[in-house]
């Protein structure tokens, strides 16, 4: 996890810079994620400050040396907590200083300030408006060609999924009420006109130490536990119960993520019995006795979440994760044995034979593939290596409606690992976190606290697509997350408004299970690079189109992504197989790529209903507005 150094600079506190003779301090408050520090190192104007002279204290707890932070005694850095760094028998000097953290999540962490007069670095001018060739000033064309009977697969609705973890006020002030006694109306009525199909639940980095029977029974009996993921309190007022009665009211399955991390096989087995068996057994007597006497019937289940990752609870190398994941799968599966299992997987971001993820794969197919139904990734793009401090708008625009195209070929890397290693099981890939994250603005009080906009919305459309086309190989995918955290939907106190990431999923409620093949033609676009996990693209169409059908053959539903950021597109549509008639056309628009909703204006970004192609046959004519998605419905 490379961090930049514009935001590392935003730990320090300008305002609390205090000044002595031969001393100083200086406040650092973390708002980008948990943290535990191992070792610290200050430089004042290139010369390092003894560390006995160095003091941290973090809230009101008492000061520590930093003589004394090691990686065996460790010092918390928690989200928005004011960590008071003191300086004795060293002056400021020019002020120039220079911090070096070893942390245990993200390695070292490196950054310098002038403590008086500003940082170092002064950040780029933005680039106001779009910059746009002639070229396309002019009107634009397209072509699409869908043939009705050529099917290239099936579409699993679990990729249309969500995920809810216990993190910041996902769970408390967001989808429940503060304190846990109910869910909240507002949030409540968003996520059932999304109907989720499916929802991952706790977690994430939170599953990795989550004790599930901490969640059951009376809630003033449940025990508060220490999250380490997250370095907050965590009530346990929501728990199991309370999260299957939220499924229950919006219609969605629940995905369970057991704790392979600190947890046990035998742990993770009775939670399995607990949720599926009936109330004759000792589990089913204990979930009766909660106030439910049938059974829940969870069949999804993961074991483990990204134990790859040295910030990970359970952090382990492949050969040990399979021995964990083997254990688990055969406690679990002994209580029931329909039971679905997703398995820790990762994504390989090169063609390379030692690319790190294609090598974890491999050990966890040979060696558990039998015990599998899925093998999962996880993808944020750029994620923190391609965060900047100023972004050129018209450039971030290409590259974020390009960025899908990495994650198709991600899956392809994947499908074609599968076949090769485990021929012989029906394993699919689990996409079971996923979203669009750039640097969070300036004044984000956590790193997950992002403004999504109209352009980013393109993006998910162009996800889902995505989705469609890898529909041989991906069955199931969980946008990160549901509520208040890199959100579809976000929260105050008392209201609660969609963000333009939720529309396209509202769209494409209209899709069919089969996927069509189909053929564009227009005008294209390259994009460059960022971070890791978006590579330079060539020759991009700005037109982006699924189109699906249902078994039977009475409906073809288009998905149709204009990426260009100004310029609607006049498309011609050619569709075989068939008498089609268009029947409702439903647009997603908003007054400009970068128009974001807010509790001023919740509905800036949002879907109405759209014109119909005109034409006859199978072939039609259609103008699709600039920065949109519109979803065509043929009867």
Known sequence: ????????????????????????????????????????????????????????????ESPRGADTITPEAPFPLAVGVDVRVRVQGVPLG?????????TREAGLLAFTVQAEGGPTTSAAPVRRGWRLPRLFRRPLRAEVTVDAEAVSGEIHPYVYGQFVEHLERCVYDGIWTADGVRLREDTLALIRALRPPVTRYPGGNFASGYHWEDGIGPVAQRPARYDAAWQATESNRVGTDEFMAF????????FLVVNDGSGTPEEAARWVAYCNEPPTTEQ???RAANGHPEPYGVKLWGIGNEVWGRWQIGHTGPAEYVARLRAFAQAMRAVDPTLQLVAVGDGPLTDAPDDPARLWNETVLRAAGAEIDYLSFHIYQPGEEGWQEQYDPEALHHTVCAAPLDVETIVGRMAA?????????????????????????????????LRYTLR?????????????????????????????????????????????LYYPFVLYQAMEALALKVETTGPTFNSTGLGRTIAPHHDVPYLDVTATRDPAGQR???????????????????????????????????????????????????IHEAPLPTGHGDRFTWQLPPASVTVLTLG
């Not at 485990?422 to 669009?436: G, M, S, T, Y």
Request: hydrophobic share 45%; proline share 8%.
């Open 247 to 254: 499924c229950a009211a919006v219609g969605t399955a629940p």
């Open 1 to 60: 996890m490379a961090i930049p150094e514009f935001i590392l600079r935003k730990l320090f506190v300008r305002e609390s810079l205090t000044v002595a003779a031969d001393s100083f301090s200086f406040v650092l408050r973390n708002t980008f994620a948990p943290g535990t520090l191992t070792g610290l190192v200050l430089e004042v104007d290139g010369r390092p400050v003894p560390l006995a002279d160095l003091t941290l204290q973090a809230g009101t």
């Open 94 to 102: 020019q002020g120039r200083l220079a911090l070096r953290a070893e």
């Open 417 to 449: 690992q599968l076949a090769a290693v485990a021929p012989q099981r029906r394993i699919r890939v689990a996409l079971d976190e996923w979203n669009l994250w750039l640097a969070p603005p300036p004044d984000a009080v956590t790193m997950h606290r």
């Open 284 to 286: 089913g007597r204990r």
């Open 556 to 606: 073809v539903v288009l998905g149709c992504v204009n990426r260009h950021p100004t310029e609607s597109l006049a498309v011609t549509l050619r569709l075989r197989g068939g008498g089609w008639r268009p029947v409702r056309a439903r647009a997603l628009t908003g007054p400009e790529p970068l128009a974001v909703n807010d509790f001023g204006a919740p509905e800036r970004v949002g």
């Open 456 to 500: 980013d919305a393109l993006y998910v459309a162009g996800m889902l697509n995505s989705f469609h086309r890898c529909s041989p190989t991906l069955g199931l995918a969980n946008l990160a997350q549901l509520v208040n955290v890199l959100p579809l939907i976000v929260t105050d106190e008392h209201r609660a408004y969609a963000t333009p």
